[in-house]
């Protein structure tokens, strides 16, 4: 990236090629999406301006975005601080998990739980991180009362910003606290959770992309259900009669948190598929009659 005139076009096709020789597979999309953070634009706007060229400045912040993209495997929306979550823009900082589309299969299930937009629920998501489901079912049911908890008090500051920049903080109450311990004594109408879930004895296969997010939003445990085995033992006593639990797991993990969410007393336990196919959440309910 030296002296010649460097064009819109001739920076993407540089950095796709070498992200793709540092086994980046989604090499194209990141050259986009970073250049055009770098150029304070769009990726839309970049095809627009594929003839123009980029002045040493600008290509001189982009190059210290390729560099940390490339070398440090620094994730993307890390970089530009920023991931799109049910269509709404969430700010991401190294306190919180990026939010994952996969995670949008518990928002369509509770849509589809609650389907009467003016439902006034009481909603918990436990372990809210960036604060991407509690945000998403504020703006899609407004007459729900939602509660939002983590143990991270740095990433419910990030959470409370998102908030604030969608116009929903007076939806939301963010608790900080273990589990279910501020919320003791509580029963909601639905409680959602995309937990940690990751195994420890996956650590070293992993992508190295998820050394830069929060150890504490990733692992749980030797199998990774830890926290959803407590989760399993404790919530049918924050759950109203025959209210929802939906529940995020790791694919391969239904069969072994099914049991344990039958054992506490929930009924109609059900396995969610995501849009890839995979399993990827549990649905159960609470018994007696809503
Ligand atoms: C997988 S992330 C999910 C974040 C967000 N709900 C999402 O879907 O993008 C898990 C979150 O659980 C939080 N967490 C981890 N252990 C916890 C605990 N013992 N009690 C409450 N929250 C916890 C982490 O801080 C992290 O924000």
Same mark, same amino acid.
């Given at each position: 990236?030296?002296?010649?005139t460097w064009t819109v076009?001739?920076?993407?096709? %540089?950095?796709?090629?070498?992200?793709a020789?540092?086994g980046i597979?989604? #090499?194209?999309l990141?050259?986009?999406c970073?250049l #055009?953070?770098?150029?304070?634009t769009?990726?839309?706007?970049l095809y627009?301006?594929?003839?123009?060229p980029?002045?040493?400045?600008?290509?001189?912040?982009?190059? *210290?975005?390729?560099?940390?993209? $490339?070398?440090?495997?620094?994730?993307?929306?890390q970089l530009?601080?920023?991931?799109?979550?049910w269509?709404?823009?969430?700010?991401v900082?190294?306190?919180?998990?990026?939010?994952r589309?996969e995670?949008?299969?518990l928002i369509?299930?509770?849509?589809q739980?609650?389907?009467d937009?003016?439902a006034?629920?009481?909603?918990?998501?436990?372990?809210? $991180?960036?604060?991407?489901?509690?945000?998403a079912?504020?703006?899609?049911?407004?007459? #729900?009362?939602i509660?939002?908890?983590?143990?991270?008090a740095a990433?419910? *500051?990030?959470?409370k910003?998102?908030?604030?920049?969608l116009?929903?903080?007076?939806? &939301?109450?963010w608790?900080?606290?273990?589990?279910?311990?501020?919320?003791? $004594?509580?029963r909601?109408?639905?409680?959602?959770?995309?937990?940690?879930y &990751?195994a420890?004895?996956e650590?070293?296969?992993?992508?190295?992309?998820?050394?830069h997010e929060?150890?504490g #939003?990733?692992?749980?445990?030797?199998?990774g259900?830890?926290?959803l085995r407590?989760?399993?033992?404790? &919530?049918a006593s924050?759950?109203?009669?025959?209210a929802?639990?939906l529940? *995020?797991?790791?694919?391969?993990?239904?069969d072994?948190?099914?049991? %344990?969410l039958e054992?506490?007393g929930?009924?109609e336990?059900a396995v969610?598929?995501d849009?890839?196919?995979?399993?990827?959440?549990?649905?159960a309910r609470?018994? $007696?009659?809503r």
């Open positions: 990236m030296s002296q010649k076009l001739d920076l993407i096709r %540089w950095t796709t090629d070498h992200f020789s540092k597979e989604t #090499a194209r990141d050259a986009e970073l #055009a953070h770098a150029l304070e769009d990726r839309l706007r627009i301006d594929y003839e123009k980029v002045l040493e400045g600008e290509r001189a912040a982009f190059r *210290e975005l390729v560099k940390r993209r $490339g070398d440090e495997r620094v994730p993307v929306a530009t601080g920023r991931r799109e979550f269509s709404l823009t969430f700010e900082t190294p306190d919180v998990l990026i939010p589309p995670t949008e299969t369509e299930a509770a849509l739980l609650f389907p937009v003016e006034p629920i009481r909603v918990l998501d436990l372990c809210t $991180g960036s604060g991407a489901i509690a945000l079912l504020a703006k899609e049911r407004p007459k #729900a009362r509660t939002a908890t983590d143990v991270s990433a419910l *500051e990030v959470a910003r998102n908030a604030e920049r116009g929903l903080s007076e939806r &939301v109450a608790l900080e606290g273990d589990a279910f311990e501020p919320v003791v $004594g509580e909601f109408d639905l409680i959602v959770s995309n937990p940690p &990751v420890e004895s650590r070293a296969s992993l992508a190295p992309e998820l050394a929060p150890e #939003a990733l692992f749980a445990g030797a199998d259900t830890d926290f407590r989760i399993a033992a404790d &919530v924050h759950l109203e009669a025959g929802p639990l529940l *995020e797991i790791g694919s391969g993990q239904e072994r948190v099914a049991p %344990w054992a506490a929930l009924e336990v969610l598929r849009l890839a196919g995979r399993p990827r959440a549990l649905r609470a018994r $007696g009659l």
